[in-house]
């Protein structure tokens, strides 16, 4: 399974940004949970936001709360970020992972199979 995560760049403080991960290869996309991660320089990665495979679970940091949608076109095999309302402190390097087991919503990277190569967001003030 590849994940490719597309849709990053550079934004204004209060922007928006739509963030895609697109699986291919031998997949069950539809079964998986899917997550975002971030990584901001000097910092470990983060949990950012996440859907089981049917999307009715759903959780997200307390930190993007508000501002961030998670959301999944599984007939695309693609799983969205929608980010708005974007702070300076949301700069980080941002991943997409599939968990095979597609109940729960981990926020912990290890219980993650597979992952992206990653986009950047930078968020200037």
């Known amino acids: 399974v590849q994940l490719q995560a597309s849709g990053g760049g550079l934004v204004q403080a209060g922007g928006s940004l739509r963030l895609s991960c697109a699986a291919s290869g031998r997949t069950s996309f539809s079964t998986y949970t899917m997550g975002w991660f971030r990584q901001a320089p000097g910092k470990e990665r983060e949990f950012v936001a996440g859907l089981n495979w049917g999307g009715h679970s759903l959780y997200y940091a307390d930190s993007v709360k508000g501002r961030f949608t998670i959301s999944r076109d599984n007939a695309k095999n693609t799983v969205y970020l929608q980010m708005n309302s974007l702070k300076p402190e949301d700069t980080a390097i941002y991943y997409c992972?599939?968990?095979?087991?597609?109940?729960?919503?981990?926020?912990?990277?290890?219980?993650?199979?597979?992952w992206g190569q990653g986009t950047q967001v930078t968020v200037s003030s």
């Open positions: 992972a599939a968990d095979r087991s597609g109940f729960y919503v981990y926020t912990k990277d290890n219980e993650y199979d597979y």
